[in-house]
């Protein structure tokens, strides 16, 4: 049933390896389906009590396992000549691809690091320019800070001052008003005791004394306003990252894609347990050169049926 591959020219013209002739598997597998619902149909039936019940299991067992048997030596003969032609066809091919792709590999490197460098510095731009607007919007602050202080001070001086004079200024004309009370009460003392000896004598009382006039409340200095405080302007926008193009002429297309590496080479203790996988094949290889404790895993015997 195998067929041969022959070499025969393609469509261009070029002498190659013609693909083999594909042999249709169709009918020889459609004489199964009856035979597999007969199979089917024992199986779900089948009850095992009894060595008798097991041998008889087994025959039916060991029937439907050689007709796999049969059926795989004829699938081989179906694709082997189809696997072995792909086989080649893909050597071949890699014999032209390969070199070419080991050149190209570096080339692409290349490109990348120069992109991530753009990419890069274009970052530490940034980073250079927000850090120069903060230090300037800092030193703003601080001198905005320290006129605010300086003319708080300066305000609270001349309000400290004006309490001062207005202080002095009320005691100053308490004084005064003191001082024309008294003087009130002598004029007014010695003015009765002139009326006294006038009528004693039999006279005119004489008229009534000048009494001092108080003067008004003086006018005490005005209370400064508040002064007006520097405004502290808002912090500056972060300047914006300008889009390193992902185009470097007509021809190269840079496309960023996620990837991974260990961040301590060599090191997976720090991988959370969820993104680490158990080694398989080695884990039976190991079990078949006889080893039966590995840390973490049970190693146990299972029947495994041959029929």
Known sequence: MASDVKVRPSASGRTGVASPQLQDPEPFLKEYANKIQGYREKASTMKIANDHDAERCGVIAGTIAREI???ERQRKE???????HVSFMNARFRQVTQPLSEILKPMKELIGVYWQQKALAEKQRVKIETERLAALHQQEVEKARKET??????HEEKMEKARKEAARL???????????RKETERLTKLHERKVE?????????????????????PVLPVIVEAPVLPIVAAAPAAPIAQQVSKSIGKNVKVREIWDFKLAVENDV???????????????????????????GLKIFLKPSVAV
């Open 197 to 217: 000896r006038a009528e004693e004598k039999g006279k005119e009382a004489p008229p009534p004394p000048v009494l001092p006039v108080v003067a008004a409340a």
């Open 78 to 84: 179906f694709v082997d000549p189809l696997n072995t």
């Open 69 to 71: 048997e049969s059926l």
């Open 170 to 180: 009320e005691k100053l004309h308490e004084e005064e008003v003191e001082k024309a």
């Open 269 to 295: 203790s720090l991988v959370p347990f969820e993104y680490l996988e158990v080694n398989s094949a080695r884990v039976r290889r190991a079990i078949a050169d006889g080893k039966r404790e590995i840390s």
């Open 149 to 154: 202080e300086r003319l708080t001070k300066l």
